[in-house]
C-alpha cells in the first residue's frame, strides 16, 4: 500500500473511534455496565427522586442487633445484589426500610413499576409507606435477578 492509501485508512478508523465514543456519550455510556433497560438510560447519582410515593436519603437504616448485620424490623438490606429478607410481612400503614448496603447501586422498584426508589446509591435508603393490603413484588432494575415480595395485611 503507498502512503496516501495508509493515510485515508488511518482517517477513516480514526474518524469510526470518534464517532463511537461520541454516540456512546449521547446515550449516557459511562464506561460501566449498559442499563439493563431502555427506560434506564441516563440514570445515575442526578436522578435519585423516587416516583409513585416514597423517600430516598443518605443516612442508615435503624438496625435491630447489636453487631448491626439486620435491619429494623420493617428494614431490607440490599447486599451481595440479593435482597435480605427476601420476603417480609408488614401491617398496613407501616414504612418498610430498604437500605442499599453494597457497594453497588440499585433500585428498589414494584414489579408493575407503579413505584421505585430510583437510583439508590451505596449507603443510601428508601422509605415507603404502605397503606393498603396486598402483595407487592419488587425488582432491581440494574440487577433483574434481585427479586423480593412485601405482603401487607
Known amino acids: 500500500m503507498d ?3 495508509l493515510g485515508w485508512l488511518g ?3 480514526v ?3 470518534v464517532v463511537a465514543i461520541v454516540a456512546g456519550a449521547a446515550i449516557g455510556g459511562t464506561g460501566g455496565p449498559a442499563w439493563p433497560y431502555a427506560g434506564m438510560a441516563g440514570w445515575g447519582p442526578g436522578m435519585m427522586g423516587a416516583w409513585g410515593g416514597g423517600t430516598v436519603t443518605a443516612s442508615a437504616v435503624p438496625r435491630s442487633s447489636a453487631d448491626g448485620s439486620n435491619p429494623s424490623a ?3 438490606h440490599l447486599a ?3 435482597f435480605s429478607p427476601a ?3 408488614v401491617s398496613v400503614g407501616t414504612s418498610v426500610t430498604w437500605l442499599n448496603d453494597d457497594s453497588v447501586p440499585h433500585t428498589v422498584t414494584a ?3 407503579s413505584w421505585s426508589s430510583g437510583y439508590l446509591a451505596p449507603g443510601a435508603t428508601y422509605e415507603r409507606t404502605f ?3 396486598g402483595t407487592y413484588s419488587y425488582v432491581c432494575l440494574y440487577h433483574p435477578w434481585m427479586l423480593g415480595t412485601l405482603t401487607v395485611q
Open 111 to 113: 414489579s408493575d413499576r
Open 3 to 5: 502512503n496516501r492509501r
Open 131 to 133: 397503606t393498603r393490603a
Open 74 to 76: 420493617n428494614g431490607v
Open 80 to 82: 451481595g445484589s440479593q
Open 15 to 17: 474518524a469510526i473511534g
Open 87 to 89: 420476603t417480609i410481612t
Open 11 to 13: 482517517a477513516g478508523l
